[in-house]
């Protein structure tokens, strides 16, 4: 199974941007649905946001009109671009592939979100 490698995350003040990216090798990328995932400290890792082979967009209701979703397929590359962060949008963010709306990849190492004045 190919594992996800995610990148972009630091330490942000409220109302910043951050753009992070996976990277996820694979033949078939293409089709793939890839996903966004978080998780904070004592909470349960959620689904922030998807994007499906035909491009078809999705976000958690927390996210809707401050993160965009894209991905690049030549690159095999997905991108999450975050702005207006708030405090609370301070986790460790992942990526992964999604069937059935599972993921199903093993997870990377994620990448670090802090959004603190």
């Known amino acids: 199974q190919v594992q996800p490698v995610e990148s972009g995350g630091g330490l942000v003040q409220p109302g910043g941007s951050l753009r992070l990216s996976c990277v996820a090798r694979?033949?078939?990328?293409?089709?793939?649905?890839m996903g966004w995932y978080r998780q904070a400290p004592g909470k349960q890792r959620e689904l922030v946001a998807l994007i499906t082979g035909s491009n078809i967009i999705d976000y958690a209701d927390s996210v809707k009109g401050r993160f965009t979703i894209s991905r690049d397929n030549a690159k095999n590359t997905m991108y999450l671009q975050m702005d207006k962060l708030k405090p609370e949008d301070t986790a460790l963010y992942y990526c992964n592939r999604l069937v059935a709306g599972r993921p199903v990849l093993g997870w990377g190492q994620g990448t670090q979100v802090t959004v603190s004045s």
């Open positions: 694979a033949s078939s990328y293409s089709i793939y649905t």
